[in-house]
Every structure is written in structure tokens, then in C-alpha cells.
């Protein structure tokens, strides 16, 4: 496997693997718990995504040919009016990812040199597809953490709970 080939393969893991931690928190919350803020001036889940939909959408839809920040894209709308239930942002989130992920089918040899723009700013697709990972992480890492505190003590960990590396360990290793 080439250089290109194990870098999408990774990537699209990675973002498979990030979207599964939002798909795991929202399957733990509520209609009322997905619009829970902490501070009145905070966002919320359904806020978080909105805002994360806003940006897959213009980031990948014509990832190859087109500037990534679209001029119909109103980013301060995103963090305005949020998603009225939560059927509508899980549609939502589903668009946005199903955008992100055709993007990155269309990456092939013959174009994966090319240069991306984000806002007039060229970048390689490697830098592209870096800086939207992160960014989608960091807004995944805030999701998962709301949750967390909506949850409290009915909070089912997303990955190795506290107390239970050894364990963990054990079955992934045998004897530690």
C-alpha cells in the first residue's frame, strides 16, 4: 500500500471512528438533553453539530474544485436556532458525514495533488483533510463531554472506564 492509499485508509478511519463517538453520545441522550446548556451563553449538542454540519457541508461538497468555505454558508446561523428535535440533527449529522465520506471516495491518484482552498488559502489535500479532522475532534471531543456531564452517573463510558485498564489489558493482552 502506498504512501496515498494507507493515509485515506487511515483518515477515513479516523473519521469513522470519531463519528461513532457522537453516534454513541446521542444514543444515550434525550430530545431535552441534546438542547441542555450549561450557560445560557454555551452551546449545546444540537448547536455543536448544526455548526459542524454547516462546515462539512461547505468544506466537501465540490472538495476538489471549489473554495471550501461557500458563499450560502451564514456560519453565525450555525450557532443559532438549533436543530428542533433530535430526528432532524441526527438527519443532519448523517448529511454531513455522507458528504465528508463521498468527498474522500473521490481522491485518487489523478488528483490527490492538487490543491484544496479554505478560505482563499491553498492547501495540499493532506493538509485539507488534516485541518478538518482536527477540527472535527476537537468539536466531538465538546459533544462527548456534554454528555458526560448531561449524564452524570447514567453515563455509559465510550471507551476504557475508569478503573477497568486492567482489566481491559487482561482481555486484549492475556496476563499483565
Not at 496515498?4 to 453520545?25: C, I, P, S
Not at 454547516?54 to 451564514?74: Q, V
Not at 465528508?100 to 482563499?120: C, E, Q, V, W
Not at 463531554?145 to 475508569?162: A, E, H, Q, Y
Request: hydrophobic fraction near 40%; aromatic fraction near 12%.
Amino acid at each position: 500500500m502506498d504512501f496515498q492509499e494507507n493515509y485515506l485508509a487511515n483518515v477515513k478511519f479516523e473519521f469513522h471512528r470519531y463519528k461513532a463517538l457522537g453516534d454513541k453520545t446521542f444514543a444515550q441522550l434525550s430530545e431535552k438533553e441534546i438542547h441542555w446548556k450549561y450557560n445560557e451563553g454555551d452551546n449545546s449538542i444540537a448547536l455543536i453539530v448544526k455548526h459542524m454540519i454547516g462546515n462539512m457541508l461547505s468544506r466537501w461538497t465540490h472538495f476538489l474544485i471549489e473554495d471550501g468555505e461557500k458563499s450560502w454558508r451564514d456560519r453565525e446561523m450555525e450557532f443559532e436556532d438549533p436543530y428542533p428535535s433530535k430526528k432532524e440533527m441526527l438527519l443532519a449529522w448523517e448529511k454531513g458525514w455522507q458528504c465528508l465520506f463521498a468527498a474522500l471516495d473521490s481522491i485518487n491518484p489523478s488528483n490527490f495533488g492538487n490543491k484544496i482552498t479554505i478560505r482563499g488559502q491553498e492547501h495540499t489535500i493532506v493538509e485539507a483533510i488534516n485541518r478538518q479532522l482536527a477540527h472535527y475532534a476537537s468539536h466531538i471531543g465538546q459533544i462527548v463531554f456534554l454528555g458526560k456531564m448531561i449524564k452524570g452517573k447514567d453515563w455509559n463510558s465510550l471507551s476504557i472506564p475508569k478503573g477497568g485498564s486492567k482489566a481491559f489489558n487482561q482481555k486484549m493482552f492475556g496476563s499483565q
